[in-house]
């Protein structure tokens, strides 16, 4: 059973960077010198490529069954992608600002910028011990305070805008369905690991996401 559910997470996985790989470059081909679809182009590579490093050891996790042997990619990668995923979360709120013509926006910068390199010093501190097999819950919850805060805060910003574009409308709903999905996971996979099944859900959010911006 265990073996089929782990085939079935990396079929997942392959599906989704081939899906999100095709998004990023049909945004950046159909983006005719238009920035916004530029950089929203550039958004889902990050996205895309970000995730690679982390879903790719757990891809061949899966396939080869030696996890100890990559069990110093899984952690790197996740540490990668922990930083790419805040990348992420800026260039939407760039994007949106193009979208949405937003001229006032001193405050949401200071208070997104703030948090996002808050959120990738954390990350990069040895503290988080990323290779090892359980690294420390209180160090994955330190990280993801910011992160999570980082995430409300664009939210709210596409919440305020949400009838400016049609096609955005629900930007915010995914990324709070996102988070949804991912806290359980940072708070009890360690102890309960099928739970980490939640982070395919939140995949789909961001797919959901990166065809939004396909639509405008």
């Known amino acids: 059973m265990k073996r089929v559910f782990g085939m079935v997470e990396a079929i997942f ?15 950046f081909v159909s983006a005719n010198d238009g920035l916004i679809k530029i950089l929203a182009s550039v958004m889902a590579f990050v996205l895309v490529i970000g995730d690679a490093f982390h879903l ?3 891809i061949l996790v899966v396939i080869t069954k030696k996890e100890d042997r990559l069990r110093k990619a899984l952690g790197i990668g996740k540490q990668i992608t922990s930083i790419t995923m805040t990348i992420f979360y800026l260039i939407l709120f760039q994007v949106g600002v193009l979208v949405f013509k937003t001229e006032d926006i001193f405050w949401w910068m200071i208070i997104i910028y703030a948090l996002a390199i808050i959120r990738i010093v954390f990350c990069l501190l040895p503290q988080n011990k990323w290779i090892e097999r359980y690294p420390p819950l209180k160090w994955s919850v330190w990280r993801n305070i910011p992160f999570f805060m980082l ?63 396909l639509a405008i």
Do not use: D, H
């Open 13 to 27: 996985n392959i599906a989704y960077l081939i899906s999100a790989t095709i998004i990023a470059v049909v945004l």
């Open 56 to 58: 790719v050891p757990r």
């Open 151 to 213: 995430g409300i805060v664009v939210a709210w910003f596409y919440f305020v805008n949400r009838t400016y574009i049609k096609e955005l409308q629900a930007v915010w709903l995914a990324i709070i369905l996102s988070f949804a999905f991912y806290l359980p996971v940072v708070l009890w996979s360690n102890k309960n690991p099928k739970i980490g099944m939640l982070m395919l859900p939140k995949t789909c959010v961001y797919v959901w996401i990166l065809v939004m911006f």
